[in-house]
């Protein structure tokens, strides 16, 4: 890429290594489900250009708000191909969703109710998320013990059943699918095992007949020393071919992460240099808020460009962030090349969580441009204040 030609901050979007997730994650689905969905997890990163990608190679959007629905809608996806998850919902993309063949898993009681409101003369399907307690299911992969889900319908006491009753009685609502979605920090094969495991349990102890198991999302991306795509796929469908007949159950899939981490690569400018006391503090155009809006991390897949070696070794370099918050603070390099203002820094794999959780402040969002060969798009200008201010009526 000619690094000239973009402007920093900004992300950019490499678009053979997004089509080469999705369809290494395809192939894994298609070498043992017939019958198989990949949702994109909308949440995770919902830049436009990008659906178009995930709507234009096949996969469905996985949304889980009023928003996201509308959005994947705008951006091209039928509403047969959303899987519509989550507490967010509203009544009126709810029924829109349902009465359009969307796959809609129903997370709380509320939904039940808006049921009520589908023209009786139609027949319709439903999903069930269930609630899923790690402790119970998969304690090593529960690392805090007083951990538990707020989501779903929990039928480790009654709630799962009175769902179920309730559809049951409407008389034209069929649960037609279980929603099994929890994520873990080990993403470990053992989660999908058990995860498996209990969602047959269920199926067996309420008779359930199902057309699709959603088994969500949280598996690693194309990692070394993590488990693959096909690792996981394999693991899920030995897991289910010990009830289901896995070549009739479509099993639907939410990756988020795994798909949209690597595609994504954030650049920022070196703006200013200062010395205070030993540290020579390297203030960058870019912020943790830009590729760490949670502020865990304690360090980035990152490089340098151009990385001059007939520079000075400096001792510390302390590289901080745009904005005003003290802790808006990246990383440290010991005994490192003198890094200069204009300097680029490239932070890779920051796809997920990133842009979408980025925050209004200070500075407006960040150009995004998609890269496609040696051509470089820009896919969504800087935002400046005209675009902060719409939907907004001043008093005067
Ligand atoms: C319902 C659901 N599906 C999918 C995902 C995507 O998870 P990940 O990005 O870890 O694959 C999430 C994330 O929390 C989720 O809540």
Redesign the pocket.
């Known amino acids: 890429m000619n690094i000239n030609k973009i402007q920093t901050p900004c992300y950019v979007l490499e678009e053979d290594k997004l089509l080469h997730n999705i369809k290494t994650f395809k192939e894994a689905l298609n070498n043992r489900f017939n019958n198989n969905i990949l949702g994109y997890?909308v949440?995770?990163n919902s830049t436009p250009v990008l659906l178009d990608y995930i709507n234009k190679e096949g996969c469905y959007a996985?949304v889980?708000s009023y928003h996201e629905y509308s959005l994947a809608l705008s951006c091209g996806f039928k509403a047969n191909r959303i899987v519509y998850?989550?507490p967010l919902k509203n009544k009126e993309t709810f029924l829109h969703a349902i009465q359009n063949g969307a796959y809609v898993n129903i997370d709380s009681k509320r939904e039940l109710d808006w049921l009520c409101d589908l023209p009786s003369e139609g027949r319709y399907s439903v999903g069930l998320r269930v609630n899923l307690d790690l402790q119970k299911i998969s304690p090593d992969d529960c690392k805090d013990k007083e951990d538990f889900s707020r989501?779903g319908f929990s039928s480790e006491n009654e709630e799962f059943l009175e769902a179920l009753n309730y559809i049951r009685n409407l008389g034209n609502v069929n649960v037609r699918g279980l929603?099994l979605?929890r994520?873990s920090k080990t993403?470990s094969l053992d989660l999908y095992r058990n995860i498996c495991k209990y969602g047959i349990k269920i199926v067996e102890k309420y008779h359930l007949n199902l057309d699709y198991l959603d088994i969500?999302?949280?598996?690693y991306g194309d990692l070394p020393g993590k488990p693959t795509y096909q690792d996981y796929v394999d693991t899920i469908a030995d897991s289910l071919s010990v009830y289901f007949d896995t070549s009739k159950l479509t099993v639907i899939v939410?990756?988020?992460?795994?798909?949209i981490a690597s595609p994504f690569t954030f650049y920022s400018s070196v703006i200013d240099i200062k010395n205070i006391g030993s540290n020579r503090v390297v203030v960058i155009d870019g912020s943790r808020n830009d590729i760490d809006p949670f502020f865990h991390k304690t360090d980035y897949f990152k490089s340098f460009i151009p990385v001059q070696k007939d520079r000075l070794l400096i001792p510390r370099q302390v590289f901080v962030g745009c904005t005003c918050l003290e802790n808006d603070r990246l990383f440290v390099l010991n005994n490192h090349y003198e890094v200069r203002v204009g300097d680029i820094i490239k932070f890779s794999f920051v796809g997920?969580?990133t842009i979408c959780l980025s925050p209004l402040f200070i500075r407006y969002f960040p150009r995004i441009y998609v890269q496609n060969g040696n051509e470089l798009l820009l896919s969504r200008e800087e935002w400046t204040e005209k675009d902060y201010l719409q939907q907004n009526v001043l008093n005067s």
Not at 254 to 259: M, Q
């Open positions: 997890s949440k995770t996985e889980v998850n989550g989501f929603h979605h994520t993403r969500g999302g949280g598996y939410e990756p988020g992460n795994a798909i997920a969580y």
